[in-house]
């Protein structure tokens, strides 16, 4: 990689991961490792961040930003999560069922708007451990059509695997 300053940095060609551009950005992480790593480094100070599949809590509990919530659809998960992280904002739900207005309710309850931290909306989603990739494209979405945030990081395997066969 050459930086505009004229510095270079070597890279393996594996460590690189797809970014769908349209009018946000799209990163797909096909593992847990650079999934986090991704969701802490393009994270601000000033963003507001939302996991949906936060599991136990183990991502969204270390990123640092301004505002941030954890989604899961497992009591059990969102339990250990808040032994883990007891001051962490954690929703029991299933986005792929709930309705447009209640998605919408859920930024402005919570406060996660960009109007409300001053920074962007930067949602991971991590639902592919469980879910088919149909899901992962049905959640993916509906974020971006509901929620518009300025980056939306995915953890899916499936998906990494098929943009690279496609070439993207």
């Known amino acids: ?20 551009q349209s009018d946000r950005q799209i990163i797909v992480a096909p593992e847990t490792d650079l999934y986090r790593r991704v969701c802490c480094v393009h994270t601000t100070n000033s963003d507001s961040f939302i996991e949906i599949g936060c599991d136990l809590g183990l991502n969204i509990g270390v990123v640092a930003c301004k505002a941030k919530l954890g989604i899961d659809k497992s009591p059990t998960s969102l339990g250990t999560a808040k032994n883990n992280f007891p001051t962490l904002p954690l929703l029991e739900m299933d ?16 406060s996660m708007r960009a109007e409300d931290v001053g920074g962007g909306l930067v949602v991971a989603i991590d639902i592919n451990g469980n879910r088919e990739l149909e899901a992962v494209v049905a959640c993916l979405d ?27």
């Not at 986005?95 to 919570?110: A, D, S």
């Open 1 to 20: 990689i050459k930086y505009p300053g004229g510095s270079t940095y070597n890279l393996r060609k594996s460590y690189l991961l797809p970014i769908l």
């Open 142 to 168: 509906r974020v971006l059509k509901w929620w518009q945030p300025r980056l939306v990081i995915v953890k899916a395997r499936s998906l990494y695997s098929l943009l690279v066969e496609k070439g993207i």
């Open 95 to 110: 986005v792929l069922e709930e309705p447009r207005e209640k998605m919408e309710q859920v930024l402005k309850k919570y």
